[in-house]
């Protein structure tokens, strides 16, 4: 089982639209995730951090399953501006040094 | 603050050929890491740095490759001789706490071995 899973999409999306998408990972020792955003030929930057209690920043929900080993995004009333590749990251947990990255979901919100 | 920053951002050169890349992480913080990105393996943390001082270099694919950071604003990654396999694009990140916390990246230096 790889790390870090995510479905590579793409997305297709209708604009107003609500999305919604997963990422699993393998390592039950991890501690810390994050959603990480990357645009085109651009490098990634944080989009939000994922809490146990989850955690909404406008239009983004971000939720946390341990027990299923997976977290998630979801993004209301999507915007033509929120097409990008979407990287769900989390750390290596049990005292190894490291974040591992998932290879992203690519979003396309069509007009 | 200009954020993190990477040159060239893009790189040609020929197999068998050295290449330098550099980056100036964000002034004040202590964690500087170099990530390769590609569409086969996605992105790939080869090594970083706590206050100038290697950490983990476990991801350097192999000795060709080479990190050194001298001062607190400056690292370079060294590929020595390139090979095409090694293109890809290459990120720098840096970091003001813990590791796990924000890593704020560069623009990248996008490069591609004949």
């Known amino acids: 089982r790889k790390e870090v899973e995510q479905d590579p999409g793409p997305f297709n999306v209708p604009e107003g639209a609500t999305v919604a998408f997963n990422c699993t990972y393998s390592n039950s020792a991890s501690q810390s995730f994050f959603w990480y955003r990357q645009d085109c030929r651009k490098e990634p930057k944080l989009l939000m951090s994922v809490y146990s209690s989850g955690n909404e920043d406008g239009r983004f929900t971000a939720q946390l399953n341990r027990a299923s080993q997976y977290i998630s995004l979801l993004i209301r009333d999507s915007k033509l501006s929120d097409s990008a590749t979407y990287l769900c990251?989390?750390?290596?947990?049990?005292?190894?040094?490291?974040?591992?990255f998932g290879k992203g979901t690519h979003l396309i919100i069509q007009p | 603050d200009a954020g993190v920053i990477q040159s060239p951002r893009h790189e040609v050169t020929e197999m068998g050929q050295e290449v330098t890349l550099r980056c100036k992480p964000i002034?004040?913080?202590?964690?500087l890491f170099w990530y390769r990105q590609t569409m086969m393996r996605g992105l790939e943390l080869l090594i970083y740095?706590?206050?100038?001082?290697?950490?983990?270099d476990s991801g350097m694919p192999e000795d060709r490759f080479s990190a050194k950071m001298p001062n607190a604003s400056f690292s370079t990654l060294k590929i020595q001789p390139s090979e095409p396999r090694d293109s890809a694009v290459y990120f720098c990140a840096s970091s003001d706490r813990e590791w796990t916390e924000t890593q704020y990246f560069g623009p990248g230096t996008r490069l591609l071995v004949l």
């Open positions: 740095f706590n206050n100038n001082v290697p950490i983990d």
């Open positions: 002034s004040g913080h202590d964690y």
């Open positions: 990251v989390v750390n290596k947990g049990g005292g190894a040094d490291g974040l591992t």
